[in-house]
């Protein structure tokens, strides 16, 4: 009997992992790393309920880690077959996965040298090699072309408007449409198209990360505000900022406030090797991108959507160094976006003990995260081996998130001109998930069920 279990993105919103089972033929629909809490981070160690070389195939809906991060790892667990995404994903997957298996890596190496693992070695979760084999398997397909992936099953990828190459996974089967959602994107955002509309599945999945609450509209008067404020202090503002995706919404707004002459024109750095790439590969897609990116009719794009006036891109630890030593007032943008890691824990630790300086998040921070902590009022922070006060301004702007809140997950929905027949919500904390059952059920009265860690059920 066909079957779906939920190996991630079950009771949080990190790990998405759905295992489809088809009388044997077996699928796997995202495979990402869990991230925040130790006891998720620890279940990216524990073996999978599978054996990997037995998958048929791979479906990726998109290239952030929490949904694509575990592929090396599945790999190096015996995984030959093809890992189907758009061209887009499989352009931000050159980029993500590297630079995963870097992290790994360099983690393991820390661990070794200062002697604080439990094992001996201390190993990395995959290698840089792992990642190589396993861009080697992307295949990339179009928007709205059905293609088969096993005996008797096709894949359309359908755009989601969540960030480059991001989609739905239409699976069709037997007569039977299950409707993968991935992270559903935004209505009426720049640089991203609205999520496209979908007319019925038998079966969907939904995610409830903003389940429970609503962004509200654009916070371009607060950004010109948090800027300007922290102008007159002589400050820095510090950006985490996840690599894909927000970077250019972020650098799109100052640019923006610039133009309107809102915002004095400052130096703008960004701080991450991966955001540089990702900038490049949304310039060279701009046809998938928000028509409103046009300017002066077809064909009469922006000379440069995704620049500042004086913006710089930091491509040596040498010059990140340099900024983050420079007493300049200047705005920096470097990932991570929950401050998990990467370049922008040394700017934090250069910068919260300082009155003078903001730091702002401008996305979802998961529970366990440097992220979480520091917005929800944390006066110390442990950072790369030492605790920082913080004594800087700390602000969040939640409108700049890539994920739909709860209104516009149910305005999506209320597209459907049939109700599926079971409509399973995934990729929230229990919360929002709750909080987004109880408004399907209110609103549209579609049966629905929450979905819990390794639970299996039945989509017969």
């Not at 592929?71 to 995404?85: D, M, S």
């Not at 190459?165 to 009426?188: E, Q």
């Not at 509309?197 to 371009?220: C, F, K, M, W």
Request: overall charge neutral; hydrophobic content about 40%; aromatic content about 6%.
């Amino acid at each position: 009997m066909p079957s779906l279990t939920f190996l991630g993105a079950a009771g949080t919103v990190t790990g998405s992992k759905h295992l489809l089972d088809l009388d044997g033929r077996k699928i796997l629909i995202d495979c990402g790393l869990f991230q925040g809490l130790k006891e998720l981070r620890l279940r990216n160690w524990a073996a999978l309920p599978l054996d990997a070389s037995k998958l048929d195939a791979v479906v990726l809906t998109h290239a952030h880690l929490d949904h694509c991060g575990y592929l090396p790892r599945l790999v190096a667990q015996g995984y030959r077959g093809r890992i189907f995404c758009t061209p887009g994903t499989r352009d931000l997957c050159t980029l993500v996965l590297p630079d995963s298996a870097h992290i790994q890596e360099e983690d393991a190496r820390n661990a070794n040298r200062h002697g604080y693992s439990k094992h001996a070695p201390a190993l990395p979760l995959y290698t840089s090699l792992d990642a190589a084999r396993t861009l080697t398997l992307l295949q990339p397909v179009g928007y709205n072309r059905p293609v088969p992936v096993a005996h008797g099953v096709e894949v359309e990828f359908v755009n989601a408007g969540h960030l480059l190459g991001s989609a739905y996974a239409r699976l069709r089967v037997g007569g039977k449409t299950i409707l993968f959602g991935g992270d559903l994107g935004r209505y009426d955002r720049p640089v991203l198209p609205d999520p496209q509309p979908i007319e019925s599945a038998d079966v969907l999945l939904v995610e409830s990360t903003y389940g429970d609450r609503v962004h509200g509209p654009n916070e371009d008067a607060r950004l010109a505000a948090i800027i300007g404020d922290t102008v007159a202090r002589g400050g820095k503002l510090i950006v985490p900022s996840f690599a894909i995706g927000r970077t250019e919404e972020v650098i799109y707004w100052i640019k923006k406030l610039e133009e309107q002459k809102r915002i004095p024109i400052l130096p703008v750095y960004v701080d991450s090797p991966m955001a540089a790439g990702a900038l490049q590969f949304y310039a060279e897609r701009m046809n998938e991108l928000d028509p409103d990116l046009n300017h002066g009719g077809e064909g009469q794009r922006e000379v440069c959507a995704f620049c500042t006036a004086r913006m710089t891109v930091i491509e040596t630890v040498e010059h990140s160094k340099a900024v983050m030593n420079s007493k300049e007032t200047a705005i920096v943008i470097a990932a991570s976006g929950m401050a998990t890691g990467g370049r922008v824990l040394h700017h934090l630790a250069a910068t919260l003990p300082d009155s003078r300086n903001t730091v702002m998040f401008v996305g979802f921070q998961a529970a366990g995260t440097r992220g979480r902590l520091l917005s929800d009022g944390a006066k110390q922070i442990k950072l790369i081996g030492q605790v920082v006060n913080v004594n800087a301004k700390i602000e969040r702007l939640d409108s700049m998130s890539a994920h739909a809140d709860a209104g516009e997950i149910m305005r999506w929905l209320k597209g459907f001109r049939t109700p599926p027949q079971m409509t399973f919500i995934v990729h929230g904390e229990p919360s929002a998930a709750d909080a987004l059952q109880k408004r399907i059920q209110g609103e549209l009265n579609w049966p629905t069920h929450v979905a819990r860690y390794l639970e299996r059920v039945d989509i017969s």
